[in-house]
């Protein structure tokens, strides 16, 4: 993909995560916090720290695993390994300040199906945005072109494997 629609689906999936993260969260909260007020009012501000620190902990992680970018070539695989290698790196964050520090302020059952819930549509929602990226480039569209000097058979196997599949990005440019 070139720079431009690069930089519109990395835009997409920074918003997207953004709401995301606070509408599971809401949704979640709305379902747990009835319990929660009862035993202690306070516990809202827990949970809004909590809020704060899983936003930030989101970017940053996904920042360092690299799940905001688009490239040519890309797989689902790849896509999924970033996820779980932020996913993971998320939690290290979390598991650091929420357990290390406030652990029994928050409800196991919250935490357990906001970030599952969290993971899982994340996942499929990026599965399903790397398949239509994939179908465009197919089509013959974000297609980055190249040039090749001099013949060789490694030379011959990439004009080869670009010409097969469309779906990575990559078109020859030459002769």
């Given at each position: 993909m070139q720079n431009q629609s690069t930089n519109i689906y990395r835009l997409t999936t920074l918003l997207f995560d953004g709401l995301l993260l606070m509408a599971l969260f809401i949704a979640v909260g709305f379902w747990r916090f009835e319990d929660l007020r009862i035993?202690?009012?306070?516990?809202?501000n827990y949970y809004l720290q909590l809020l704060v620190l899983t936003v930030v902990s989101w970017y940053s992680a996904g920042r360092w695993a690299g799940f905001f970018s688009y490239t040519s070539g890309l797989e689902q695989r790849?896509?999924?390994?970033?996820?779980?290698?932020?996913?993971?790196?998320?939690?290290a964050?979390?598991?650091i300040v929420v357990v290390g520090l406030k652990g029994y302020y928050y409800s196991r059952v919250f935490l357990v199906t906001y970030f599952v819930s969290l993971y899982s549509i994340a996942l499929l929602y990026r599965l399903l945005?790397?398949?239509f990226l994939r179908v465009?480039?197919?089509?013959?569209?974000?297609?980055?072109r190249y040039l090749l000097s001099g013949q060789h058979a490694t030379s011959d196997a990439l004009r080869s494997l670009t010409e097969l599949r469309p779906e990575l990005g990559w078109k020859y440019d030459g002769p």
């Open positions: 035993s202690n009012p306070e516990y809202y790849n896509v999924t390994a970033n996820l779980l290698r932020g996913a993971v790196a998320q939690l964050i979390l598991a945005l790397v398949h465009q480039m197919a089509k013959g569209k974000w297609q980055r």
